[in-house]
């Protein structure tokens, strides 16, 4: 039997590579990690999710202090946002929740650590450090880059990532964002929010395609009012460095040509799996431009070696890589064959209002040609709502044709905590009737989730037929008032 350094390799040490490794590590797995950055966590610690939602907090808030007399409060003059000390609490945050992403950690779950530049030299082991290391079964997990566009002009001129943006000295009075995806959104609302003037360009007629258009308007819409100015079906030409500004050249929805100039500019087309320098090659793993193949078991074209996350190039959440991290766990130290199912893989775009979805939204639907029903309840319905000053929002619920909900969108505050009822209730195979039978604390956002269920039962509870049962039954008398003859 061939003897290998370790049971189980792991390369990256994001939310899918620390997942798998510590997972590996406590089943008693002999578990090597590789990071080439010179602290774990990956991008979603360090240059994503943390920092863009600690951002977005921080905007939350300065925006709520800016529009006090909403709140029946005394206006005040806001100082101009210092964003040297926005940066400080961002580091401070990822700083905080780097104690749980640490080496000692790690170590004391069994795994080894190990910092550097990996490259496959064969099918089993890598070169690593100017030493090979081998192992049995190796996973890839070294996630993904901000895709860099071919653009004129773009590879002369200064330009934000998301690696950048959030440690800049200043706040910049100026941004350009090409894009409308969710990181694109999310940043366009919280710069704006802090004090720059946010121009969009999206080469698509809707920002966050993904989503359905009546949704992501209602997100649109909401940023306008707070002066994002987006401009739709616009086809970049090019780019261009001023010294102090940015210039980007395009053509709008009308097809006439424009420009726009800014002090930044933060390129969000996307993002590119991490599969350079590894020598994959050597390893015999395929890829193609998207990132690498896997099958529903997470293994690649070489069935010892497995991929999660980002590289994979298709569901790029820190909650899917770690899913997949776990499946990569049963499959390879369990020897527990599981497959991934990303059917109720639930997500969240953190704007204000959020919006939050698990399973199919009509677009899908149409696509996929499923029927269904839509059932809505409005956020302006909820009392605890109003109570905020959140009235913005919506709830949609689609069913098939045996009423059972297959997909769930909310539009609306805290949109990605509210969807977690729908997690619970999809996996759990809930019924609605169980849904609307439970009892929610009033006043409560998360009303709304019982609200559009019973927005879909009630027509069938108090129905005709069982309001003529019951006149039969227990001789009841009928309506007491009749619309318009009270008083
Ligand atoms: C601005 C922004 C906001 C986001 N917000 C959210 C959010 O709110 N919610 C959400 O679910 N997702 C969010 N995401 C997405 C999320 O960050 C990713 O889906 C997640 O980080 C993927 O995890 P991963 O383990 O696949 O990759 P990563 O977290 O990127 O980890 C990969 C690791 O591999 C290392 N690595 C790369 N190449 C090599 C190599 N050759 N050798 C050794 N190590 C290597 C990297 O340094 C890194 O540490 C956001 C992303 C961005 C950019």
């Not at 996929?368 to 905020?388: K, M, P, Q, Y």
């Amino acid at each position: 039997v061939a003897t290998y350094d370790y049971d189980i390799g792991v390369i990256g040490a994001g939310a899918a590579g620390l997942t798998a490794a510590s997972g590996c590590a406590q089943l008693g797995a002999r578990t090597l990690l590789v990071e080439k950055e010179d602290a774990l966590g990956g991008d979603c610690l360090h240059f994503g999710c943390v920092p863009s939602k600690t951002l977005i907090r921080t905007a939350q808030v300065y925006h709520l202090a800016g529009n006090m007399s909403r709140f029946g409060l005394p206006e005040v003059e806001l100082p101009p946002v210092d964003f040297s000390r926005v940066a400080g609490r961002i580091r401070d945050v990822i700083r905080t929740i780097q104690k749980h992403d640490s080496v000692e950690r790690f170590c004391g779950l069994g795994a080894q650590v190990e910092f550097g530049f990996p490259e496959f030299a064969d099918e089993q082991s890598i070169r690593l450090n100017g030493r090979t290391v081998s192992a049995r079964k190796w996973v890839l997990a070294t996630g993904s880059s901000p895709a860099a566009p071919r653009l004129e002009g773009l590879e002369q001129t200064p330009y934000l990532t998301n690696r950048e943006i959030f440690s800049l000295d200043r706040l910049p009075s100026s941004m350009i964002v090409l894009g409308a995806g969710p990181i694109a959104t999310e940043m366009a609302q919280a710069f704006a929010r802090l004090g720059t003037t946010v121009h969009v360009l999206q080469r698509s007629g809707q920002i966050l395609t993904k989503e359905d258009r009546d949704m992501a308007d209602v997100v649109m819409q909401r940023l306008e009012a707070e002066g994002v100015r987006f401009h739709l079906s616009t086809n970049v030409q090019g780019v261009k460095d001023l010294g102090a500004e940015r210039e980007v050249r395009f053509t709008d929805a009308q097809g006439a040509e424009r420009s726009l100039r800014a002090e930044r500019l933060l390129v969000a087309l996307g993002r590119a799996a991490n599969v350079q320098h590894l020598n994959l090659e050597n390893a015999g793993v395929e890829y193609t431009g998207k990132g690498i193949s896997v099958d529903d078991r997470m293994r690649t074209s070489q069935k010892h070696i497995y991929a999660a996350g980002d590289v994979t190039g298709r569901f790029l959440f820190t909650h899917a890589a770690g899913y997949e991290g776990g499946i990569i766990v049963s499959n390879a130290a369990f020897h527990l064959p599981r497959k991934a199912d990303y059917t109720l893989l639930p997500w969240c775009t953190y704007t204000d209002p959020e919006l939050a979805s698990i399973g199919y939204n009509e677009k899908r639907a149409a696509e996929e040609g499923i029927e269904c029903e839509v059932w809505t309840e409005e956020f302006g319905a909820n009392d605890r709502s109003l109570a905020e000053g959140e009235e913005t929002g919506r709830i949609k619920m689609l069913l098939n044709a045996k009423g059972r909900p297959i997909g769930v969108q909310i539009l609306g505050p805290q949109a990605g905590e509210l969807i977690s009822e729908w997690v619970a209730a999809m996996n759990g195979g809930l019924k609605l009737t169980t849904l609307v039978g439970s009892v929610h604390p009033y006043p409560t956002l998360a009303e709304v989730n019982k609200s559009v269920a019973s927005r879909y039962l009630q027509p069938k509870i108090f129905s005709e037929k069982i309001q003529k049962a019951l006149k039969f039954f227990f001789h009841f008398k009928g309506r007491a008032c009749q619309p318009g003859s009270s008083g």
